[in-house]
């Protein structure tokens, strides 16, 4: 009963920003919309918030039909990447605000001001005015009045997008959190793979306004359905059959073979599988290391080492070795990425 969006499609001019999107999102789960620039996740986010309305299709939202609704009749929590507080109104009265829209008496306002406060760790702070919070804590202000009003539907787009790279990964562990607690019915558009992947139950891949594959992150990662849903989660080598490193069994002359970094295995000495490639340049990254490897045929490929393994290998620049994919998916050359 969360959320069920039937063929929706939205054109702005000649521009088709979401084609026929079938997506059903249950009931107090976490998903989120993940895709590059311009693929039509904030659309589809202002759609099921009613910002939008479709040309074609119907959106359910907890069992009722909502395409028509308004977007106050459609009780729903909207956070935006840009801090949307009132900058005259206290921390409190910025979480009371839709409260009080509502008429709520007094002393239940002030109970569940608290409550929220405590909820996103801003306990104490009720008094301050925005100007006087950290970016990361106005997002958690904004995230207390979206859900003061007991919203069925949480929306949030690129929440933690305006934030620096450390604070943006504490609001995800803390959003995480946060959910677990309070498990209403969340979706979250972020064209950060990492992100996505860490935060969401469900990812919803989305690309030139469709939806590519939806799964878990791990289904996600381990079976891609498309070379653009393989390239854009996590990094991946991109080879033509030319490069000997096709399996045996299943070389189609029209493919691409498809393999991430970690997959690729380095030994000293060739066996029956391997292929030979030199050692072009070695990158230290501190966790592990980048090794770039060049093919007989000229293709470069990167491959990523622990460090144990690395210093087992003893690698140099220039040095011959052989490798073979340890896992790899091919598609069809006709597919683009
Ligand atoms: N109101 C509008 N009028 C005209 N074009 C629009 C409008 N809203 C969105 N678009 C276009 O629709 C396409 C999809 O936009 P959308 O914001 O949904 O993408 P997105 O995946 O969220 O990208 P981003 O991460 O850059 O926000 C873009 O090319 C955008 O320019």
Redesign the pocket.
């Known amino acids: 009963m969360g959320i069920q969006i039937q063929n929706v499609s939205k054109r702005?001019?000649s521009?088709q920003?979401?084609h026929q999107i079938d997506l059903e999102i249950a009931s107090g789960s976490l998903v989120a919309?993940l895709?590059?620039?311009?693929?039509?996740?904030?659309?589809?986010?202002?759609l099921i918030a009613g910002l939008?309305s479709p040309d074609t299709g119907r959106i359910v939202l907890t069992g009722k039909d909502a395409t028509n609704q308004s977007v106050q009749d459609r009780n729903i929590g909207f956070v935006f990447q840009h801090y949307a507080l009132f900058k005259h109104m206290s921390v409190r009265k910025n979480i009371a605000f839709g409260l009080e829209l509502k008429k709520t008496p007094k002393d239940k306002v002030e109970a569940r001001v608290d409550q929220l406060l405590e909820l996103v760790q801003l306990g104490g702070l009720g008094h301050r005015y925005p100007s006087q919070l950290s970016g990361g804590q106005r997002q958690r202000v904004a995230l207390a009045r979206a859900l003061a009003v007991e919203p069925e539907v949480l929306l949030l787009?690129?929440p933690f997008g305006a934030l620096d790279a450390k604070v943006r990964k504490d609001l995800r562990a803390w959003l995480r959190r946060l959910h677990e607690e309070v498990h209403v019915t969340t979706v979250f558009?972020t064209?950060d793979q990492e992100e996505a992947m860490e935060v969401a139950d469900e990812l919803v891949v989305?690309n030139h306004?469709k939806v590519e594959q939806v799964g878990s992150p791990p289904e996600i990662y381990d079976n891609p359905a498309s070379p653009f849903v393989m390239s854009f989660i996590g990094p991946v080598n991109v080879v033509s059959n030319a490069s000997g490193l096709f399996p045996k069994q299943d070389a189609p002359p029209e493919s691409n073979l498809f393999l991430r970094p970690h997959d690729i295995e380095i030994a000293a000495s060739a066996n029956g599988t391997t292929v030979p490639a030199k050692v072009e340049r070695i990158i230290h990254l501190g966790w592990e290391i980048q090794v770039e490897l060049g093919l007989n045929d000229g293709q470069i490929i990167t491959a990523h080492l622990s460090r144990e393994t690395y210093d087992l290998l003893d690698l140099r620049p220039q040095q011959q070795v052989h490798i073979s994919p340890k896992g790899a998916k091919t598609f069809p050359l006709f597919y683009s990425i």
């Open positions: 702005f001019g521009f920003a979401v919309l895709g590059p620039s311009g693929s039509g996740k904030s659309t589809l986010l202002r939008e787009d690129e558009v064209h989305m306004g």
